[in-house]
């Protein structure tokens, strides 16, 4: 028998499966999805969507890192900029197995949308490398850093793209690019990144400013609806940058935070967590599963929990058509960015479900990264209430938009606070025209 009439018979196009898309396919199918439903409810014209809706610049590099066995292994990294039309470029740089080209570019772009909703003034972009940081070491992560900035440095700086923390990156990795831009230069250059830490130029409030953004997003939101969040039930997917620094200061707050997973498995306890102890536990474990005390949890059950507030502070694509019609919290906030699909919207907001969109919800972060990089350029430093009370001020104004124009426009909060930054990158794209 030949290889001819052994081949396998294709099925008819409709019979065959659809190939499973990547986590990366998903979130820029998504984000351009958010972008169509916007520019449509804006009527923005075809020229200028096309624009809007590629990135404006694409970088990969691969480059190879001296492992601690003595092997030489190649990673694969990326920069995005979405658009600049608004200020250089800003948005976070991620260490993540799944990151991978599309990934960054609907992050990216999502960083626009998010500049412009809270009136920073900065284009978007994000970034990162194919890689695990929980199963490298110190000394390999440094090396892949400082090899990875060197890389970058082309295209990064103060005036053109200021990254900062994300999944899988922190205070010390942003230390690092400091350094080696520095080096290179021959003097410090601190405004190269935000995020650093305060004894090299970092901004008191920076590192809780995602979670401390959220929870004034929460308590904005809850007042809207009737909730106390002193009173509150509260359950949290993720307990990283932004997750942990939410819980503790929802904690705080004297909200009851009843459940938390994180990569490695989830704690519940109906009478509420000790989150101080799951905090010391995760620092010595690197998950909070198993604390002692508590029973466990798993995502699903976490979303499907009758609690006030859920906030998502983990990974794209989180909540979707699937699962939508499970949440029976009255607040989603969305610490992470793009954790709920497009397919999930109508179900959630047909169930009456409060959502504070990714853009609004975590915005605190590069509100006070601007902070940071203003402070840098001025060489001055804020306290910590100048930084949380400007940070209030700046995020609760871009709230007050977006449930203003939901209400105006009968949108949902996420089609409001996409078509107020829409309206913002249109136009200062079309003032600055098109070069040459
Ligand atoms: P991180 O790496 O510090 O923490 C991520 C957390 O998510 C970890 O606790 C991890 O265990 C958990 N996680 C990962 N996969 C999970 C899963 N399948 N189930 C449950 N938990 C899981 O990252 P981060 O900086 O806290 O970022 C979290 C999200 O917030 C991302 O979407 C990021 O883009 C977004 N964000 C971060 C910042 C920032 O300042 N760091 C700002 C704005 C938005």
């Not at 999805?33 to 916007?38: E, S």
């Not at 520095?182 to 250059?189: A, F, P, Q, T």
């Not at 509260?234 to 819980?247: K, L």
Request: overall charge neutral; some cysteine.
């Amino acid at each position: 028998m030949n290889a001819a009439t052994t081949a396998p018979i294709a099925a008819p196009t409709e019979a065959r499966e659809l190939p499973r898309l990547t986590a990366g396919q998903r979130a820029l199918a998504a984000a351009q999805a958010q972008f169509d439903a916007a520019a449509q409810h804006l009527g923005m014209d075809p020229d200028l969507r096309a624009v809007l809706r590629v990135p404006q610049r694409e970088y990969s590099v691969n480059f190879p890192v001296h492992m601690d066995d003595g092997s030489v292994r190649v990673f694969t990294g990326y920069r995005v900029q979405h658009n600049l039309s608004r200020g250089p470029a800003k948005g976070g740089l991620r260490f993540h197995p799944q990151t991978d080209l599309d990934d960054v570019r609907a992050l990216a772009m999502w960083m626009t949308w998010k500049c412009a909703l809270v009136d920073v003034p900065f284009g978007g972009a994000k970034g990162g490398v194919t890689c695990d940081p929980r199963t490298m070491s110190g000394r390999e992560l440094e090396a892949l850093t400082r090899r990875f900035a060197t890389e970058l440095q082309p295209i990064i700086g103060p005036d053109s793209d200021i990254p900062a923390p994300d999944v899988g990156t922190n205070a010390q990795v942003m230390a690092w690019i400091m350094d080696t831009i520095s080096m290179h230069h021959g003097y410090s250059v601190p405004g190269v990144v935000t995020g650093k830490p305060l004894a090299i130029g970092g901004s008191a409030g920076r590192a809780d400013a995602t979670g401390q953004g959220i929870v004034y997003t929460i308590k904005d939101a809850a007042a809207r609806i009737g909730i106390q969040v002193a009173e509150a039930t509260v359950a949290i997917q993720g307990f990283g940058n932004v997750g942990e620094a939410a819980a503790r200061l929802l904690h705080e707050a004297g909200a009851k935070i009843i459940a938390i997973t994180d990569v490695g498995g989830g704690v519940f306890d109906p009478g509420g967590l000790d989150v101080p102890e799951l905090a010391r536990r995760f620092r010595a474990y690197g998950t909070v599963a198993n604390t002692p005390g508590t029973k466990p949890i798993d995502n699903e059950t976490l979303f499907a929990l009758d609690v006030d507030v859920l906030v998502l502070a983990a990974m794209e694509g989180q909540i979707t058509e699937h699962n939508a019609h499970r949440v029976r919290a009255r607040i989603l906030a969305e610490g992470a960015n793009g954790p709920t699909s497009p397919g999930a919207d109508p179900i959630l907001r047909d169930r009456g479900v409060t959502v504070i969109p990714d853009i609004l919800c975590n915005a605190g972060g590069v509100i006070v990264s601007y902070f940071e990089w203003a402070q840098n350029r001025a060489a001055l430093a804020w306290t910590r209430d100048e930084v949380n009370d400007r940070l209030r001020r700046q995020i609760l104004s871009a709230a007050e938009a977006v449930w203003d124009r939901a209400a105006a426009d009968r949108i949902t909060t996420r089609l409001a606070a996409h078509a107020l930054a829409m309206e913002r990158v249109a136009a200062a794209t079309r003032i600055r025209g098109l070069y040459p």
